[in-house]
């Protein structure tokens, strides 16, 4: 399933220009509690869904892991 929302990365919180619509795969599934600790950590909402960018996984694997376990991950069925 494809939505027309921008992703924003939860551990950098940027948001790709290139991730205009996106596949909800690799999103956070508890999306409430992340955002609410997203707003937590940078003082203002996430600008789309939340979710890992490859920088971030790839700097900070273990952390990248410990956001999926806490929050979920969206996978194809």
Known sequence: MTIDSPLTCYICG????????VDLLGCLKDREKARERFKEKFGRKPQG?????????????SYA?????????IKSP
């Open 14 to 21: 940027e948001t790709p220009e290139e991730a205009k619509t």
């Open 49 to 61: 869904y939340l979710f890992i960018c490859d920088s971030c996984r790839k700097e900070n694997p």
């Open 65 to 73: 892991k410990n956001v999926e376990k806490k929050y979920g991950i």
